[in-house]
């Protein structure tokens, strides 16, 4: 019989088997975790790996040595040289690049829409609606010059919508409803105690935190109280709650839909009064805000992989970033388009703002100097809220 480069299919299967928590190790290099261990498995145990392509990635080369060596080129290169290539970084468990995500609202059936934009195409796709339609009220005449919110956040890979208000005001989620790029699916978190809107969301590291709020009627308890639910201890039956944790001093974040940045260990968190204040997540302790912090914070703001936070001054069009150590806001950029920004997400170096008139930007703050470009929006779609999270995998491309 005569010897040839190519592996046996069954061996092949498992020594890819065997190299795919290496692949989520490269993956962490990319984003950070964002699967706790059990949910990687059921991820590597569903997908057939048999079906990735008939072809050799590269000639010569069994499957499992190409993919690795393929995981250290830019995907922007592996996209537009062949089909198999471009099959192939769409993939569960291939390290995948981040892509925009953001949340729409369709006036014309009323519906929340979450849409993913692929840098790699450079076009929205669609993203498999959750078991029952969103409709939750963001225009009402009562509100003539703001929407109602709908409070989403990013945490550990997956985007989870936290609250909203239902068409008779009261709270519209009872359960945090979790999406997956990587499973492109969809589940449900643990049932809050008290479900609530209008409150302060966030997380640190794999952890959600929901502080404050009002549920169906104003609750002295529900405005001074502060939750966290741990996405990675979610397959384990007794962790698989909201956990109380130390309560606020007063109710002062109770009628704001505000985000909770984590930030080095703690969640900052600053009303439209501009008061401000810090949760040490380590040591379950409220802190005051310094001055220069909660001083600069004069519209969205985000924080880069919980390290560095970045802000935009919706009143002048600035981006600053936050220096500790002189507790001072320092500009990075004066943009017109940043005028009147609501929102804005961080991530991998990059910046995705939605500005005062609906429009995207995407600023790389890597680049000297940053460099910033917009990214057209649907046509007749609201955008509510921005996220980047891995790019959808795709299991039939």
């Not at 989520?24 to 991820?43: A, C, T, V």
């Not at 080369?61 to 290169?77: I, K, M």
């Not at 985000?259 to 703690?266: H, L």
């Not at 005028?339 to 995407?362: F, K, N, P, T, Y």
Request: charged share 20%.
């Amino acid at each position: 019989m005569s010897n040839n480069n190519k592996t046996p299919p069954i061996l092949s299967s498992q020594i890819c088997t065997q190299l795919l928590p290496l692949a989520f190790k490269l993956y962490h290099s990319y984003m950070g975790k964002s699967l706790n261990p059990s949910k990687r498995q059921k991820l590597i145990a569903h997908y057939d790996h048999r079906h990735l392509q008939e072809q050799p990635l590269i000639p010569g080369l069994p499957d499992h040595v190409a993919e690795l060596c393929l995981s250290r080129v830019h995907p922007s290169l592996l996209y537009s040289v062949c089909r198999s290539w471009r099959r192939l970084i769409y993939c569960p468990f291939f390290p995948p690049f981040r892509s925009f995500y953001a949340l729409f609202f369709s006036s014309s059936d009323n519906e929340i829409q979450l849409l993913s934009f692929d840098p790699m195409s450079s076009r929205w796709e669609t993203v498999p609606p959750p078991p029952n339609a969103l409709r939750l009220l963001v225009h009402h005449p009562s509100f003539l010059c703001r929407n109602l919110p709908v409070q989403s956040i990013s945490v550990s890979g997956n985007l989870v919508l936290l609250a909203g208000t239902a068409p008779n005001f009261n709270p519209a989620i009872s359960r945090p409803l979790i999406f997956s790029p990587l499973s492109c699916s969809w589940s449900l978190g643990p049932p809050m105690a008290t479900p609530r809107r209008w409150c302060a969301a966030g997380a640190s590291g794999p952890t959600v935190y929901v502080a404050s709020g009002i549920g169906s009627n104003f609750s002295t308890d529900v405005a001074r109280s502060l939750e966290k639910w741990d996405l990675w201890e979610e397959d384990e039956m007794d962790d698989f709650r909201w956990k109380k944790m130390r309560q606020l001093k007063d109710g002062r974040f109770s009628t704001d839909a505000i985000d909770a940045v984590g930030w080095r260990q703690k969640l900052c968190m600053v009303n439209v009064a501009k008061q401000g204040t810090l949760y040490d997540v380590t040591n379950d302790i409220w802190e005051q805000m310094p001055e220069g912090m909660v001083g600069g914070w004069r519209g969205p703001v985000a924080a880069m992989d919980e390290e560095v936070l970045y802000a935009v001054d919706e009143d002048k069009g600035l981006l600053t970033r936050y220096n500790q150590d002189s507790d001072n806001w320092e500009v990075i950029m004066e943009v017109e388009n940043l005028r009147g920004a609501c929102q804005m997400a961080a991530a991998g170096g990059r910046l995705c703002v939605i500005c005062g008139d609906g429009e995207i930007l995407v600023i790389d703050v890597v680049a000297a100097p940053p460099k910033f470009w917009t990214v057209q929006r649907p046509a007749e779609l609201e955008p509510l809220a921005v996220h980047i999270l891995p790019r959808l995998s795709r299991l039939d491309f």
